[in-house]
């Protein structure tokens, strides 16, 4: 049987995170799990986080003992070692069952993610890491092995040990099952799946049996840490990630699945056809749910997509996906003159829409700012600008919709690349 034959059957990249392996009995109970899957045969890469807060207390301890003086580099090294330390004693936990396991170490010729050498925010170079993965990863899946790397960790073509950042082992599964390629990745928590809220702030919220990409990019937003934002720019898009709960002890047992991908590089893009922005002022208005919901049916009567709005307390302007109907207009004018909170309403007509979209692009400092200084010096005017779910938002005039996407697309790279090194 050829190696591409070998790789159709079931193929599994399982994380698990350090509150899975806090203490023996979690690392047993995760073991078995894995020894469970493998008998069933399929192929299996394990990446595990360090146990519980190891990560926190080395670097406090180095940092102390430095006086807070340690070069990035040498706290790299100091650091890597919960994630190397975690993954010794799950290989030999899976031995101890008599799996055959393999663990990898940043320190041998095999080890599979090469990065650049940005020191405590170091990215995967794909390309080496898919020669690695070639070369050794995956045949020692195709052997029957359970290869066991640490998360978070990375190593420069030099040999300089790196560490990924925050969610580092969330980027090594994904870069992992993105190369092998995998059917699936697992993230093992401790909860049972993604929550429909936080259960600290809601009592009795349910897990989410699916959810696609583009909805999970406004939980992560949000603050939710069940999977690390960076790490989804790695995801494959044909490739489906479950989280699951390591009480379970089954791999089989039911989480949330996530579906689909987002853009690896940002995207421009203009909304079809034509927009407006319908401003109502008066007093108040923030304070008055009655007037929202009252303008928020009318338009729904029409049929027509609400593609921002803006609220302070004395105005409202709302963006809407067409050009001035006068009908629509009629109604609004008839609720706003009505309503004692609102006095008058004024429209724009004739605006494009364009979507400004990427991985964890609101968070990028600056961004905004580059967007706006680019537009300014052609003097092209924003009509409006906002900032949600790792896209910027913005309503130009319609004529200069195609050059100001042209002029974003340039500046926006260009920053990023500047950025990025």
Sequence with gaps: MSVNE?????????KFGGSSLADGESISRAG????????????????VSAMGKTTDNLIAVAQDACGGNLPLGELDDIIAMGERTSARIFAAALRAKGGKAVYLDPSSPDWP?????????????????ERMIERSTRPLLDNGA???????????????????????????????????????????????????????????????????????????????????KKALRYKSPTMDVKVINNARGDLRSEGTIIRGSFPENIVVEPHPGVSMAVTVVGKAISESPETLQNLFQEIRKFNISILGMSINHNSLILYLSMDGSRELLEALHSIVTADQRTIALAVRKDLSFIDVRGVGLEETPGIVSVISKALSSANINIYGVFTITSSVLLFVDLKDSERATRLIEDSVRSYTNLRDG
Excluded: W, Y
């Excluded at 300089?160 to 950042?165: C, D, F, V």
């Excluded at 059917?183 to 928590?189: E, G, H, M, P, Y």
């Design 6 to 14: 070998k790789l159709h059957h079931r193929c599994l990249v399982v």
């Design 32 to 47: 078995d799990s894995v020894i469970k899957e493998a008998m069933a045969g399929t192929k299996i890469a394990v990446v």
């Design 113 to 129: 993610i090469i990065t650049n050498e940005s020191s405590g925010n170091a990215e995967p170079i794909l390309s080496l890491c």
């Design 146 to 228: 359970i290869a066991v790397v640490p998360g978070f960790v990375g190593k420069t073509e030099g040999g300089a040990i790196t560490t990924l950042g925050r969610g580092g082992s969330d980027v090594t599964a994904m870069v992992l099952a993105r190369l092998l390629p995998a059917d699936q990745v697992i993230l093992v928590t401790d909860v049972d799946g993604i929550m429909s809220a936080d259960p600290k702030l809601v009592e009795r919220p349910r897990m989410i049996q699916e959810i696609e990409m583009s909805a999970l990019i406004g939980l992560t937003d949000s603050g939710s840490k069940f999977i690390h």
